[in-house]
């Protein structure tokens, strides 16, 4: 401690020097800095950064001014301050306000933008990088003084945190050897006893919480108290458990998403497989149709050819009759002009008889209509196809529709498979309704004649004997509730149900889902609408939801697994799980 004081009076004493000759900046700076820097040398003083910093930007200076007062600043920095003043006033120094008139002029102060220079080597050779000292974020070394470097460790023991350097006597000196040294920590004091400021190094397991020694003689007499290590043991097998159960249901989810994985490559292949196929067998019907539609054009082609050669045919021919018939009728023509009698007479018999046509009667009987009957067909073809292609998609539609390619896993089928997805549920007191105790962990409720001793809360059921669960359900969960007496109800609801009034009541509303057992029946009741079931349940009810999906399940549990309802909708909001017991010594509770 004298070697640290009488240190501090020495570099004390420097820095005086310093201040008291930059004072005078006109005088022989460049003797006196040499001397100074000697000097800081060989007394091993450090440069502090903080005493060449600018007041005003808070940073190292630059192109430093020392003004008339004996302070010193940036040059852009003085000169700034004083051209935001008001121009009335009288420019003054930003720390001891001493004014001066006129406005004095800044001259540059050689000696101290030395010192800033060397300092910003020094310390770049000799200071600790930045990422060693303490931030914002970071936990501070308890023994360090000024800038505080960042700690490695701290002591359970000493109730400290320590960087490097000031933890090495946790490393040679033999009693700090036994000391715990855990990572470093800003809620150490979170371990000291607030009434004996003494370390807690016991648990109180009748108030679940850390004490000091004192307190289990004092607050905590007669407790069952253990030492914090017993318990950390005994916490840490059951972490331990827990840990085991996670992993348990880590690996069954891994394995499911492989399945969904499977499923979605099956399903992917599957509908490639099907459109490709599809486009094949339409292509098929494509090219079927364009077949037979360049048949029927062929046919028809071939047909007409076969018509219009007959009747062109049939048209040479009558030409032919009409040219003959003509040089016959000039022929009579020529005859009837005869003047001479005998002439007439000698020449008329000689004149052939006129024969009957013998293509006039296949003329007639020719149809008018040609391939209208070809036309009329393929309509019919037409709209057969149109029959047959309109109920074929609809039952390819269905069968569409009918194929299970939903990604959402199964519903279990056995009570082991449901209980990979229990759930650990307990009641809230502060929601539960005044006549209700709850006991086993708030695990188990009982309906009470008299009004139990809970303190006032906004979130508690006024008149109806229900209550809520603390965990809020999400994802796929199962739990199961074992109950006595009548008029017992098992809900499932969102949390910002009514509290007072008829619509309070589970299945009352709709926000809320309840399975009830009364006077020998069971219902499902939601949003007022009551459902009669024909089997009653046991006295264990479990239920599973898959709140993504929207399914919601009551079974009655027994040796087997009795379905009671399902209940398929779309859930928006996280689900609590309620009972309500409607007379006096009903009891549910949720089993572990």
């Not at 933890?167 to 004091?189: G, I, M, R, T, W």
């Not at 809020?472 to 149900?497: F, P, Q």
């Amino acid at each position: 401690m004298h070697c640290r004081s009488e240190r501090g009076n020495r570099k004390g004493g420097v820095w005086f020097r310093i201040r008291e000759q930059t004072a005078d900046f006109r005088g022989s700076e460049t003797h006196l800095f040499t001397e100074l820097r000697g000097e800081m040398a060989q007394q091993g003083i450090q440069m502090d950064q903080e005493k060449f910093s600018c007041s005003i930007c808070l940073d190292l200076l630059k192109e430093p001014v020392t003004i008339p007062c004996g302070h010193s600043y940036c040059r852009t920095c003085i000169n700034n301050y004083w051209d935001g003043e008001e121009k009335e006033k009288i420019p003054s120094c930003p720390q001891c306000r001493q004014t001066f008139i006129p406005r004095p002029v800044l001259v540059r102060n050689t000696m101290l933008a030395d010192l800033v220079e060397e300092l910003k080597k020094t310390e770049l050779k000799a200071a600790p990088a930045d990422h060693c000292y303490a931030g914002p974020a970071d936990v501070g070394c308890d023994f360090c003084t000024g800038r505080k470097r960042k700690a490695i460790n701290s002591c359970l023991q000493c109730v400290a945190s320590y960087c490097e350097q000031h933890l090495q006597p946790h490393y040679d000196v033999a009693p700090f050897k036994k000391h715990k040294l855990v990572e470093p920590s800003n809620k150490l004091q979170e371990n000291i006893c607030s009434l004996h400021d003494e370390l807690m190094k016991m648990f109180c397991r009748t108030d679940q919480q850390c004490i000091c020694y004192l307190c289990s003689m004092d607050e905590h007499k007669g407790h069952h108290t253990v030492s914090a290590a017993a318990e950390r043991k005994e916490r840490q097998r059951e972490l331990g458990e827990s840990r085991q159960q996670v992993q348990q249901r880590i690996q069954d989810r891994q394995k499911d998403v492989k399945v969904l994985q499977q499923e979605v490559k099956d399903i992917n292949q599957s509908a490639d497989k099907a459109v490709r196929d599809s486009e094949e067998i339409f292509s098929q019907l494509i090219r079927l149709m364009e077949k037979r539609s360049s048949d029927v054009k062929q046919q028809i082609r071939s047909q007409q050819k076969t018509e219009v050669s007959g009747a062109e045919e049939l048209q040479g021919k009558l030409e032919q009759e009409i040219t003959e018939l003509r040089r016959k009728d000039a022929e009579l023509q020529q005859l009837s002009h005869t003047e001479d009698h005998i002439q007439f007479l000698h020449n008329y018999p000689s004149l052939p008889h006129l024969s009957e046509s013998t293509h006039s009667a296949s003329i007639n009987i020719r149809p008018l209509r040609h391939f209208e009957e070809v036309t009329a067909a393929v309509s019919k073809v037409r709209d057969q196809l149109q029959n047959m292609l309109s109920e074929g998609w609809t039952k390819i539609s269905l069968t569409l529709t009918d194929l299970d390619v939903s990604l959402s896993p199964a519903e279990p089928k056995t009570r082991a498979g449901f209980l990979r997805y229990s759930q650990e549920i307990t009641m809230d007191p502060n929601i539960a309704h005044t006549h209700l105790l709850l006991s086993e962990g708030n695990r188990k409720v009982t309906k009470m004649n008299k009004p139990q001793s809970y303190s006032d809360h906004p979130d508690r059921f006024t008149d109806r004997s229900q209550v809520l669960s603390t965990e809020s359900l999400t994802g796929r969960c199962y739990w199961e509730v074992e109950w006595s007496g009548g008029g017992v109800g098992v809900a499932v609801t969102y949390k910002h149900i009514k509290r007072g009034g008829a619509e309070s009541r589970f299945g009352f509303n709709e926000k809320s889902w309840s399975l009830y057992h009364y006077n020998n029946s069971c219902s499902f009741r939601h949003n007022s609408i009551d459902t009669p079931l024909s089997v009653p349940p046991s006295s264990r009810v479990g239920v599973y939801l898959d709140q993504p999906a929207g399914l919601l399940s009551f079974y009655s549990v027994s040796d087997t697994m009795t379905l009671l309802h399902r209940v398929q909708t779309t859930f928006t909001l996280p689900l609590y799980a309620g009972i309500r017991l409607c007379f006096p010594g009903a009891t549910a509770e949720f089993s572990q």
